[in-house]
């Protein structure tokens, strides 16, 4: 069975610092994209940042520039490095992947952690 499994959330001040890092682990064929969901108080769910298995990234307007997405794939990991995080990051924060198990078929299926909260004080 395919599992991500978040760390690193926590409590931090406004202008500091987290990491935050999801692994995927089970019967893993290959990964395709990887990324980092959040879901704030009351709001929906939105993208915060992804990467190909080229190591293509994608970021959302409001976190670009202080937040950096990056993956080990020996591992089969992702991480989000925090910088300057605001009040408005506050949110729990999800990984997806869409993961080729080893299966006999060919697809690909989309995967979501169970979640790991990130809470910045102002």
């Known amino acids: 069975q395919v599992q991500l499994v978040e760390s690193g959330g926590g409590l931090v001040q406004a202008g500091g610092s987290l990491r935050l890092s999801c692994s995927a682990s089970?019967?893993?064929?290959?990964?395709?994209?990887i990324g980092w969901y959040r879901q704030g108080p009351g709001k929906q769910r939105e993208l915060v940042a992804t990467?190909?298995?080229?190591?293509?990234?994608n970021y959302a307007d409001s976190v670009n520039g202080r937040f950096t997405i990056s993956r080990d794939n020996a591992k089969n990991t992702v991480y989000l490095q925090m910088n300057s995080l605001k009040p408005e990051d506050t949110a729990v924060y999800y990984c997806?992947?869409?993961?080729?198990?080893?299966?006999?078929?060919?697809?690909?299926?989309?995967?979501w952690g169970q979640g790991t909260q990130v809470t910045v004080s102002s």
């Open positions: 990467v190909t298995s080229g190591d293509s990234t």
């Open positions: 997806n992947a869409r993961i080729r198990p080893m299966l006999a078929n060919n697809n690909y299926y989309n995967y």
């Open positions: 089970g019967k893993i064929f290959s990964i395709n994209t």
